[in-house]
């Protein structure tokens, strides 16, 4: 089984930057999207970013312009880098890994806390 290992989360000031990143157990073979997602109190689990074996990025609306994911294949690690911190990111992040189809595999890490205070 996959395990995906994830750092990088904490508390930051509105403004603020934050690296976060996830690595998984193993090698991942073939076409595959990595990516984050995120859930506040009292709400459902969103998507913030992703990104395929070949670089193909996707992100929310909400983060746009602010939010950069990227990934290194070699070392099986996702990272995103959050610029422009707002309180509203605040929220536990989940680093995912899907194969394609998504029905093959789907992993979860155990989240990280990131809050931003105004």
């Known amino acids: 089984q996959v395990q995906l290992v994830e750092s990088g989360g904490g508390l930051v000031q509105a403004g603020g930057s934050l690296r976060l990143s996830c690595t998984a157990s193993?090698?991942?073979?073939?076409?595959?999207?990595m990516g984050w997602y995120r859930q506040g109190p009292g709400k459902q689990r969103e998507l913030v970013a992703t990104?395929?074996?070949?670089?193909?990025?996707n992100y929310a609306d909400s983060v746009k312009g602010r939010f950069t994911i990227s990934r290194d294949n070699a070392k099986s690690t996702v990272y995103l880098q959050m610029n422009s911190l707002k309180p509203e990111d605040t929220a536990v992040y989940y680093c995912?890994?899907?194969?394609?189809?998504?029905?093959?595999?789907?992993?979860w890490g155990q989240g990280t806390q990131v809050t931003v205070s105004s």
């Open positions: 995912n890994v899907r194969g394609a189809p998504a029905t093959l595999y789907d992993y």
């Open positions: 193993m090698r991942i073979v073939g076409f595959n999207v």
């Open positions: 990104v395929t074996t070949t670089s193909t990025t």
